[in-house]
């Protein structure tokens, strides 16, 4: 495997155009970025789901889980929990992270677990071809839905933040400069971070063009300001069109999960002595 | 006579179990080896709880219907169990409220007042009416009020001078020679004591009876034993993160009963096409669904050798008793990481809630880690294919090396394929892995043997049947065979064990004798079955009944 440039020979079998790439080419980037200031690579732990996005175990060249549907936050967790020193970064689709397994999205914002999500949020599912999501719009037509969804589309980045996530970004797949910075913020970020990726499906959801008119970059915005964050995050719904906010919208500093979890594990002759020592009080 | 059975009765939230502990705790302070079942509906507070407390002079696990003193703290008590009463037995009874013929009652209400005592202390004093009335002397009584009871020593200790005092001998139980005192332990600490002697570094579980006190054990002792203990959302979380830190270099177990277990079988099967080492303990209690949450049943073992996608290689161990699930799941623990395979604990709720006094000589040494390691040459793969099956493991951060795991058909360095050949190869490593896993299993004692050698019937049983089995088996000259492995299934140890048999009896907790069912598929034959299915565990009255029926 070629080290110095964090893919592997895997072939790569995204579809010409996917937002994926672009999502792989930050995120190799600011791990090479970090890995010249001094992040040992080794560290580097990368969990997906399963799904397109998924892939991104196989091509990229750092430790992974290649877990499964639904299951990266409590896979990442584990994770964290056995070795607080690792850099675990979560990639996973939005039928992923907010269909089959929200409640562990939930709970690991509520954790606030030391883990950097990347939601790959093209708003259909893609592996089993063009079905609506959980952010898909309201009146969605997809092949389960050939009439359009009943249902509205929820706001991912509002749930995050009620659930208490201490990093939550934006980003979009065609704002690469704007990407890598909120990669690297999310991963330097001690705390559960999460960054709700809007990329377009090219076979099934190609909305670039309305991604293109609406999304702006936050300018002004206070990331420790919790009420104007809900307010900038509630602007859009993932439904009506909208302005949509790009960058961070929420960052504040709070005692992570797997730092209450640091322990040196005993030796055998050690745990020997304390299973002997709790016998004679019983 | 050299046994004694007591059954303490009353509602539930009355603190019955502790009452019974303290019971066990008095009579093998006074030589006897004791034996706890706790009977308790699925509630919190009213409906009707006891426990039965059999002392004996060898050790036990395994209760009587009929019972030498009966100690009842409401009318219930009275009138569901006082058919339990041994010609001679002593019924003892709270004269406040429990109104009965016969029996002594006794003034707990008004020694309660007198010392201004929590309504609690209502349990030490029957249990210092039965101490009195069982020529138990004070002293063993005071050290073991003083030992067991957590607050307010004092006024517990006032209310059984209180009844003490009033009382008199009724029926003496002999003080037996001074052997070594042994501390109490439910097998569900047992449990938790053999993961920590195998090894164990983290615990995960959501509650779930009847492992929810496994958790409490090991959430209670975390600091002694420097142990990670995590409750998450649910028993998919669970599962997926015991993978996520078995990943990253700990050595975990989980904990849950059949239905937390159907919500893990998704994981499980994770764990086994990526190799990741786990061991579940497996509580079983009635179902389908949610059943008789708090009784006791073994309807999972079928479930426990199947369960998950795909074909992969695990372990499954039975303990029947406290010894056996400490010594057991130690060794599911170091053959789970060195196999690299899911491992189960399969216990009931009678095996994990059930608590019996426990030679600390039964703990195994603790023992280092025993995966295979990488050697350190060239390029790491996870899934580098060998001779027996099992790759070199390897948890990041290794300099210079990435770790892939993968749930996806993979190849030698954990990089997705839907090649045919690398597929079928992977398949084939995971039955040679499962081979070898035999191979090493099938060295351990893995069928159990007990009576006589050239006994032509045998009980052929399981998990928390085994002791009830073994002593009914004793008075008819009877052979029980008990493996406590049961997957890989130790076919030839028990077709060795159940040579010269020409009638094989297989008893079991559960409706379709799961256990006979694997046995035919091996062609071994079973003749006869003893089976129950009403969530409550065979009393020796019970199965000697049953077994007189198909073996006399």
């Known amino acids: 495997m070629t080290a110095g440039t964090l893919i592997t020979d895997a072939r790569n079998t995204w579809c010409p155009g996917c937002g994926n790439f672009s999502i792989q080419h930050a995120l190799k980037s600011v791990i090479l970025e970090m890995a010249s200031e001094g992040l040992p690579l080794e560290k580097v732990v990368l969990v997906t789901g399963i799904g397109c996005h998924a892939k991104m175990a196989d091509y990229l060249d750092v430790n992974s889980f290649y877990a499964i549907h639904g299951r990266v936050m409590p896979v990442a967790t584990g994770i964290a929990l056995a070795n607080p020193d690792l850099t675990v970064v979560c990639c996973a689709g939005d039928g992923d992270a907010y269909a089959e397994g929200l409640d562990h999205l939930i709970f690991a914002a509520k954790r606030n677990i030391n883990l950097t999500v990347i939601i790959h949020n093209n708003r259909v599912y893609g592996l089993t071809t063009g079905q609506y999501t959980p952010t898909s719009p309201l009146g969605f037509r997809g092949r389960s839905t050939p009439k359009g969804t009943v249902e509205a589309a929820f706001n991912p980045l509002e749930l995050v933040l009620a659930s208490g996530g201490t990093f939550l970004a934006r980003g979009y797949t065609r704002k690469q400069p704007m990407l890598q910075t909120l990669i690297r913020g999310a991963i330097r970020h001690r705390g559960f971070s999460f960054i709700d990726v809007l990329q377009i499906c090219a076979t099934y959801n190609d909305i670039h063009e309305m991604y293109d008119r609406l999304t702006y970059s936050l300018e002004g915005h206070n990331p420790g300001d919790f009420d104007a964050a809900c307010r900038k995050i509630r602007e859009w719904d993932y439904n009506r069109e909208a302005p949509i906010a790009l960058g961070t919208f929420y960052s504040v500093d709070k005692l992570s999960f797997e730092e209450r979890f640091r322990l040196t594990p005993q030796t055998p002759a050690e745990r020997e002595a304390a299973i002997r020592a709790h016998l004679e009080e019983a | 006579m050299s046994e004694w059975s007591v059954l303490i009765g009353g509602r539930a939230g009355e603190g019955l179990n502790k009452a019974g502990m303290v019971l066990c705790s008095l009579l093998h302070g006074q030589g006897y080896h004791v034996y706890l079942y706790y009977d308790y509906p699925s509630l919190i507070r009213g409906g009707h709880n006891f426990s039965i407390i059999r002392a004996a002079q060898r050790p036990v696990f395994a209760h009587r219907d009929r019972v030498d003193f009966l100690l009842a703290l409401n009318q219930e008590t009275v009138e569901r169990h006082r058919g339990r009463l041994r010609e001679g037995g002593v019924l003892l009874y709270d004269d406040y409220s429990v109104h009965t013929e016969g029996g002594v009652g006794l003034p707990l209400e008004r020694i309660l007042r007198e010392v201004q005592a929590p309504e609690i202390a209502r349990n030490t004093g029957i249990i210092a009416g039965?101490?009195?009335?069982?020529?138990?002397?004070?002293?063993?009584?005071?050290?073991?009020?003083?030992?067991e009871i957590p607050r307010g020593i004092e006024s517990n200790l006032a209310v059984a001078r209180g009844v003490y005092a009033v009382g008199s001998t009724l029926r003496q139980i002999p003080g037996l020679p001074q052997g070594r005192r042994f501390p109490l332990l439910t097998g569900n600490e047992a449990t938790g004591l053999g993961l920590l002697a195998g090894g164990l570094s983290s615990y995960i579980s959501y509650p779930m009876t009847p492992t929810s006190n496994l958790l409490h054990f090991l959430a209670q002792h975390a600091d002694r034993y420097r142990l990670k203990v995590v409750h998450p959302e649910n028993e998919i979380g669970v599962m997926l993160m015991a993978l996520g830190a078995a990943y990253g270099g700990e050595r975990v177990a989980v904990g849950t009963s059949g239905g937390g277990f159907c919500l893990m079988t998704e994981g499980l099967s994770l764990a086994g096409m990526a190799e990741i080492p786990v061991v579940i303990v497996l509580g079983q209690r009635p179902g389908p669904s949610t059943g008789l949450p708090t009784y006791s049943c073994q309807t999972e073992l079928h479930f426990a050798i199947s369960a998950g996608q795909g074909e992969f290689p695990r372990l499954v161990v039975a303990p029947a008793n406290p010894a056996q699930a400490c010594l057991w799941s130690a060794t599911a623990l170091r053959l789970?990481?060195?196999?690299?395979?899911?491992?189960?604990?399969?216990?009931?709720?009678?095996?994990?809630?059930g608590a019996a006094d426990f030679d600390p000589a039964g703990i195994p040494s603790a023992a280092p880690a025993d995966a295979?390691?990488?050697n350190g040459k060239g390029t790491y793969g996870r899934y580098t294919d060998t001779g027996d099956g099992i790759s070199p493991w390897l948890s990041p951060p290794v300099p210079g090396q990435t770790v892939k795991v993968n749930s996806y058909t993979h190849d030698g360095r954990g990089i997705s394929t839907e090649d045919p050949v690398v597929t079928a190869r992977l398949q084939e490593k995971l039955l040679r892995k499962g081979a070898a896993l035999a191979a090493e299993v099938a060295g351990l004692p893995t069928v159990l043997s007990t009576g006589p050698a050239d006994a032509r019937t045998v009980l052929l049983t399981w998990g928390s049947c085994t002791d009830p089995c073994i002593e009914v088996a004793g008075q008819y000259g009877l052979r029980v065979v008990q493996p406590v492995v049961l997957w890989p299934f130790p076919a030839d140890a028990l077709r060795a064990a159940l040579s010269g048999a020409d009638r094989v009896v297989a008893v079991e907790q559960n409706s379709t004798a799961q256990l006979a069912r694997l046995a035919a598929a091996e062609g071994i034959r079973v003749h006869d079955r003893i089976l129950k299915y009403d969530g409550r565990p065979f009393s020796l009255e019970d199965l000697e009944a049953r077994v007189r029926e198909v073996a006399a």
């Open chain 2, 372 to 374: 295979v390691p990488w």
């Open chain 2, 130 to 147: 039965f101490s009195c009335a069982a020529g138990i002397p004070w002293e063993t009584l005071e050290q073991v009020i003083r030992r």
């Open chain 2, 336 to 353: 789970a990481w060195k196999y690299q395979v899911p491992g189960f604990v399969l216990v009931d709720k009678n095996v994990a809630e």
